[in-house]
């Protein structure tokens, strides 16, 4: 499934700087950054369970906020781009 997720985390704060670098690096593990709050990511039903929960053991429900897009595995026609384009397929090759 493809999963588009948003955060926004209340950085204040050392904590709230502290709890912005762990959702980065937890869904840098996941996905790919599009956007500086903005995570693609290509998981099955199980990670997407797992992710959601780590995140929301990270984040501070009072404060921050998260949003998952679930746009399933038929993806691919309902993604949009304008403007610069750098183009990101999950599904395609990695070189490294």
């Known amino acids: 499934m493809y999963v588009l997720i948003t955060y926004d985390v209340a950085t204040g704060d050392a904590d709230g700087a502290r709890r912005l670098r762990r959702v980065s690096k937890l869904c840098t593990q996941y996905g790919q950054r599009v956007q500086r709050s903005v995570f693609e990511c290509l998981v099955d039903p199980a990670q997407f369970e797992l992710l959601k929960r780590e995140l929301g053991e990270i984040i501070d429900e009072r404060k921050d ?32």
Do not use: A, C, H, Q
């Open 65 to 96: 906020s998260l949003l998952f897009y679930n746009l399933g595995k038929n993806w691919k026609p309902r993604v949009e781009r304008l403007g610069l384009n750098r183009v990101y397929d999950p599904e395609g090759i990695l070189l490294i």
